[in-house]
Structures are given as C-alpha cells and as structure tokens.
C-alpha cells in the first residue's frame, strides 16, 4: 500500500509541472487582451467615438464574454459611456444621458406631430368632401336653414295678413249692412198722421 501512495503524489506533481505552463500561457494571453482592451478604450475616449461594449470588444479584437468575465473592464466602459465627449471646443459637452433625453424629447415631439398632422389631414378631407357635395349640385345650399326659417316666417305673415283682410271683409260687410238699413230708412214713405 505504501508503493502506491508515492506513486500517486508523484503523478499529481508530473500533471502540476505539466499544467503550470499551459495556466502561465492562459494568464499571459489573458493579460494581451486586457492591454489591447485598455488601448482600444483610450484611443475611443481621444478619438471621441462611441463607446459600447460590442465596439470596444470588436476594436480589441476580444470576444464580448471576455468583458463581461472582467467586471473592471466592463464598469471601465460605463464610466467612459457616462463621461461627457468633447464636440471640438464648438459646444458644450455631451453625455450619453442628454442625449437619451434629446432622443427622448424628439420622440415625443414626433408623436404630437404626427397627432396633429391626423387631426389636420382629418379636417382637410371633411373641408374637401363638404366642397364637392356642394360643387356637385347633390348637397343642399350651405344657407337651407336660412332659407326655412324665411319660409316660416313668410308664412306666418301670410297667415297674419289673411286673418287681417278677413277681419276687415266683416267689418265691411257689416257696414254695408248698416249702410242698407239707413238708406231703406231714410228712403221709406213716413207715416201721415
């Protein structure tokens, strides 16, 4: 039994020395990447273009996954996202939040635009379609209750007027009624006493 435990300390140190160049390989490649990963996100932040965690890990040649596995390159670039970029001295800085806010206030901008231009189209096409009703002779004159109200009221004097000429036919008939009387009165023989 003693032969074999000397045996198996001795395959674990053979592995270990084995291994340990592969392990110091890994740890120097993982070392390139993270120079290129910090030289493509300094020359991002002087050059002024977008920083993003797909274009920095394209820029270093790195696969995405080796930036979220190395939490401080990662929280490196939302630093950088976070930062104001220089606009050539012309104006002032921009950040990632004020431009998600203009983006943000366009957004909405848009959508009252576009609710008004519906509400504007909506009313051309009613102005449009009333226009042709009229033009085409099928739709009634624009002035049609006008018009009814005259009638009516042309029509009560009318009523008014007839009542007044007949009021007046009995009053002259009753006159000429009178008027007879007195005249055969006036024309009768008197009596001789």
Do not use: C
């Amino acid at each position: 039994m003693t032969s074999t435990k000397p045996q198996q300390v001795d395959t674990q140190t053979t592995t270990s020395a084995r291994a340990h160049p592969m392990l110091e390989g890994r740890r120097a490649e993982s070392t390139r990447r993270r120079q290129r990963v910090l030289a493509a996100l300094d020359r991002a932040a002087t050059e002024g273009t977008e920083i993003s965690a797909s274009g920095i890990a394209r820029a270093a040649g790195v696969d995405r996954t080796f930036l979220y596995r190395h939490r401080d390159l990662l929280e490196k670039i939302h630093a950088l996202q976070t930062e104001p970029t220089a606009d050539d001295g012309t104006g002032p800085a921009v950040t990632r939040a004020s431009l998600q806010a203009d983006l943000l206030a366009a957004h909405e901008r848009a959508v009252r635009l576009d609710t008004r231009i519906q509400h504007l189209e909506k009313r051309l096409s009613e102005a449009l379609g009333e226009q042709t009703w009229r033009e085409s002779g099928l739709g009634a004159p624009t002035d049609i209750d006008a018009l009814h109200q005259r009638i009516t009221h042309l029509e009560q004097q009318v009523i008014d007027l007839q009542q007044q000429l007949d009021e007046r036919d009995e009053d002259l008939a009753a006159s000429r009624a009178t008027n007879r009387e007195l005249m055969a009165r006036i024309n009768a023989p008197s009596p001789k006493t």
